[in-house]
């Protein structure tokens, strides 16, 4: 008799995985709205705020595929990505 591997695939996990996408989203409005504040001023400081958001956009793209390709889940992807905003979020509301 031949049993089913388990994938995590279950009802919970898609839960979990809906849940992060969704707050990735409320919290990268969050930051959008800041960058956007920031870039309309304009200076220095705006100019490397821009350049800064075009390398990490790059840098977490890189990382989300590699994590992928060693067999990382969609969920971890998605985590990495709220860290990363999470971290923009707290640096540009303090400036």
Same mark, same amino acid.
């Given at each position: 008799?031949? *049993?089913?591997? #388990? *994938?995590?695939?279950? =009802? !919970? ?5 809906? *849940?992060?996408? !969704?707050?990735?989203? @409320?919290? !990268?409005?969050? @930051? /959008? $709205?800041?960058? /956007? +504040?920031?870039?309309? @001023?304009?200076? =220095?400081?705006?100019?490397?705020? +821009?350049?800064?958001? %075009?390398?990490?956009? /790059?840098?977490?793209?890189?990382? !989300? +595929? @590699?994590?992928?390709?060693?067999? $990382? *889940? =969609? #969920?971890? %992807? %998605?985590? $990495?990505y709220r860290r990363k905003v999470r971290a923009n979020h707290r640096r540009l509301s303090k400036a």
């Amino acid at each position: 008799m031949r *049993t089913r591997r #388990r *994938t995590g695939l279950g =009802p !919970a996990a898609w839960l979990g995985l809906g *849940t992060d996408l !969704a707050m990735l989203g @409320v919290e !990268a409005q969050m @930051v /959008i $709205g800041e960058r /956007i +504040a920031m870039l309309m @001023v304009g200076g =220095p400081k705006a100019r490397r705020e +821009a350049e800064r958001m %075009v390398s990490e956009k /790059i840098r977490a793209a890189g990382n !989300a +595929a @590699v994590t992928l390709a060693l067999g $990382g *889940t =969609p #969920r971890k %992807v %998605v985590r $990495g990505y709220r860290r990363k905003v999470r971290a923009n979020h707290r640096r540009l509301s303090k400036a």
